[in-house]
């Protein structure tokens, strides 16, 4: 869907998911992650970039599994997290849309669970590539686990955290040869229509993850 049709139907409210290809499970167990490899961090720095032209190829789960733990995985016995948070309140929870479905990333479980069982993909950004990109992730903030964050700083608060995790995610992708963007430009009210999400989660940031397009 262009761009256009895009802002048209999010004007009118209208912009809406497609049917899921195939049948979504309610979760999908991710492999246990490989914390080992990679690029030196310097490198990965040396290779941080921008890129908004994705091949359709689905990225395979036990990259799947990898990515969505260096975003946000639980990396030590007390919980904690790859991203940090204000308070670790661990508000930010990363949302995975595939053509399959939409689903919640459980770090805990290290698992995906189903929360729309329809492909949001399109409707993640005003930008065409989030269409056919094979993965989007969703970045919402769960005010309810901000109680001891001060009223007034939570939402910065939850957008410095999000943002480290996208860092993350550039990282990862950095490292294991894959294309991403963060993006801004989304409508959130869409997205929070799509996901079924309450009053008390916001959305705050997308990002779209994928093989690179190859140049001919
Ligand atoms: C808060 C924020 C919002 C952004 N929103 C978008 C967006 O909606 N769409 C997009 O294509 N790029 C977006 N970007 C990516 C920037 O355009 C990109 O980081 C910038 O052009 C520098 O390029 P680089 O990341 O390759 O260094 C955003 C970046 C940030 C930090």
Redo the contacts with the bound molecule.
């Keep these: 869907m262009t761009t256009l049709s895009k802002l048209v139907l999010g004007a009118m409210g209208q912009l809406r998911p497609k049917p899921a290809l195939g049948n979504a499970s309610q979760s999908i167990a991710l492999p246990p992650p490989d914390k080992t490899g990679g690029l030196p961090l310097m490198q990965v720095l040396a290779h941080r ?2 890129s ?1 032209d994705f091949a359709p190829e689905a990225v395979p789960l036990p990259l799947l599994s990898q990515l969505l733990w260096a975003a946000n995985g639980v990396n030590r016995p007390d919980g904690t997290r790859t991203a940090p948070s204000a308070m670790n309140a661990q508000e930010v929870d990363v949302y995975v849309a595939l053509p399959t479905g939409a689903y919640r990333y459980d770090a805990a479980a290290h698992q995906l669970t189903l929360v729309a069982g329809s492909d949001i993909r399109r409707v993640t ?1 005003y ?1 065409d590539f989030v269409d056919e990109a094979p993965l989007d992730l969703v970045y919402v903030a769960d005010h309810t686990r901000m109680s001891v964050v001060p009223v007034e700083q939570r939402v910065a608060y939850a957008y410095v955290a999000a943002g480290a995790i996208t860092q993350n995610v550039y990282l990862f992708a950095a490292s294991h040869g894959l294309a991403t ?6 409508d959130r009210k869409a997205i929070a229509d799509a996901l079924g999400l309450p009053h008390d989660q916001q959305v705050l ?1 997308s990002q779209t993850v994928g093989y690179p397009k190859l140049v001919q």
Excluded: K
């Design positions: 970039h921008s908004r950004g930008q963007v963060i993006r801004a430009w989304i940031l």
